[in-house]
């Protein structure tokens, strides 16, 4: 097995497991600031998801026999810190959403970007427990960012 591969792998898993910890902390308070019912039930449901992503990624772990750790995620932790001033300068706009929407989907993509390559990386290593759980991953957070758009759609075209 590739070791140098197999360390990166386990500190991506690091940094994606503290990634999705942090947004089960900044999701109640995107569900609180929406404006719609539409844009609230979306973080409120992918809340749960979050929450199974931490579950599943434990997992991945475990088939690794590694101990479940988390290296701080900067990218996140700067998507979170763009999203909370983003809220405080849109508070009163009715451009709120469209904030709020546009924040949600950086914070997908890196996530969609770091769930491709830990995919391609456990299928290189053969890792296949691993590969299904963060497979399951990453269609939950594609399906998350095209809910995302179909809500950007109408909340743009209102605003």
């Known amino acids: 097995m590739n070791t140098a591969l197999h360390n ?3 500190d991506e898993l690091q940094d994606i497991y503290d990634a999705e910890q942090q ?6 308070k995107l569900a609180k ?8 039930e979306a973080f409120e449901s992918h809340l749960k998801e979050t929450e199974g992503h931490v579950s599943r ?7 690794l026999n590694e101990k479940p750790k988390r290296k701080k995620c900067h990218g996140i932790a700067g998507i979170i810190n763009e999203g909370e001033k983003a809220l ?5 706009s009715e451009a709120l959403d469209a904030a709020l929407i546009a924040g949600a989907q ?14 391609n990386w456990a299928d ?22 095209r809910l995302l758009s179909e809500i950007a759609e109408s909340v743009n075209g209102t605003s």
């Open 88 to 92: 405080k300068e849109q508070k009163d």
């Open 23 to 28: 947004l089960v902390e900044a999701l109640p």
């Open 124 to 145: 290189l290593m053969d890792h296949q427990d691993a590969f299904e759980l963060l497979q399951q991953n990453l269609d939950e957070e594609k399906e998350a960012d």
């Open 57 to 63: 990624l434990e997992q991945v772990f475990e088939s």
């Open 8 to 10: 990166l792998f386990v």
């Open 33 to 40: 600031a929406a404006e719609t019912d539409e844009l609230r």
């Open 106 to 119: 950086k914070a997908e993509h890196y996530e969609i970007a770091t769930y491709g390559t830990l995919c």
